[in-house]
């Protein structure tokens, strides 16, 4: 039974995806499959080992519900975990709302987004993540760790492109022993170049031989 559900949910995807406005590879599974399409007010709800793959993401979690034109928000809840392949994006959060349209991805609850190609990890419990301009968000309890580098704030922008990380709201950065603090810290995630910017004070601890 499980596996003529999830074979009918597959089905129904290419069907879905065939439709579709844009040309982005689009498919999905589960063990149950819930669908509503009367006009206007299309709705898809996966549950049970959910998997969404639209274009070079995929999407598992307990409960995925698909909606919107052409199928394009997509709505997951519980064990929520994401990988973006082309980007060398990965996500754990509890709950991930995602545009495919857009390329926008909303966190909501203590979640993670580790960047593999800038080997970057952030964690908050706020993230919303932009594919199309390479921007992440991310609000309230914001953890970053990169190398030797471990920041915190409350606030945080990484531009992905520029390798830039600008961190406000009591933020505080670690790197080798040492502690700097600021109104405003931007790091340079590929030089690890730390840049403070109002109400400076640190802790600088001295090293052997120096």
């Given at each position: 039974m499980r596996r003529q559900s999830a074979l009918m949910a597959f089905a129904f995807a290419l069907a879905l995806a065939s439709g579709a406005a844009f040309a982005e590879p689009f498919s999905f599974s589960a063990d149950r499959v819930e669908s509503v399409?009367?006009?206007g007010k299309e709705r898809t709800v996966l549950a049970g080992r959910a998997k969404v793959q639209s274009g070079s993401l995929a999407i598992s979690a307990d409960r995925i519900e698909i909606?919107?034109?052409?199928?394009?928000l997509i709505v997951c809840e519980g064990a929520v975990s994401a990988v973006d392949s082309e980007r060398g994006i990965a996500i754990e959060t509890p709950r991930l709302s995602y545009d495919r349209k857009r390329?926008?991805?909303?966190?909501e609850g203590p979640s993670a987004l580790e960047d593999r190609k800038n080997a970057v990890l952030l964690k908050a419990d706020w993230i919303q993540d932009d594919g199309e301009m390479e921007l992440t968000l991310?609000?309230?309890n914001v953890r970053i760790l990169k190398d030797r580098l471990a920041c915190r704030a409350q606030y945080a922008m990484f531009r992905r492109s520029a390798k830039e990380l600008e961190?406000?709201?009591?933020p505080a950065v670690y790197k080798?022993?040492?502690?700097?603090?600021a109104?405003?810290?931007i790091v340079n995630t590929?030089?690890?170049e730390v840049r403070l910017e109002g109400a400076v004070r640190g802790r600088v601890e001295s090293k052997e031989g120096e």
């Amino acid at each position: 039974m499980r596996r003529q559900s999830a074979l009918m949910a597959f089905a129904f995807a290419l069907a879905l995806a065939s439709g579709a406005a844009f040309a982005e590879p689009f498919s999905f599974s589960a063990d149950r499959v819930e669908s509503v399409l009367a006009a206007g007010k299309e709705r898809t709800v996966l549950a049970g080992r959910a998997k969404v793959q639209s274009g070079s993401l995929a999407i598992s979690a307990d409960r995925i519900e698909i909606s919107g034109e052409d199928w394009s928000l997509i709505v997951c809840e519980g064990a929520v975990s994401a990988v973006d392949s082309e980007r060398g994006i990965a996500i754990e959060t509890p709950r991930l709302s995602y545009d495919r349209k857009r390329k926008l991805s909303l966190m909501e609850g203590p979640s993670a987004l580790e960047d593999r190609k800038n080997a970057v990890l952030l964690k908050a419990d706020w993230i919303q993540d932009d594919g199309e301009m390479e921007l992440t968000l991310a609000q309230v309890n914001v953890r970053i760790l990169k190398d030797r580098l471990a920041c915190r704030a409350q606030y945080a922008m990484f531009r992905r492109s520029a390798k830039e990380l600008e961190l406000s709201g009591a933020p505080a950065v670690y790197k080798d022993g040492d502690e700097y603090r600021a109104t405003r810290i931007i790091v340079n995630t590929e030089t690890e170049e730390v840049r403070l910017e109002g109400a400076v004070r640190g802790r600088v601890e001295s090293k052997e031989g120096e």
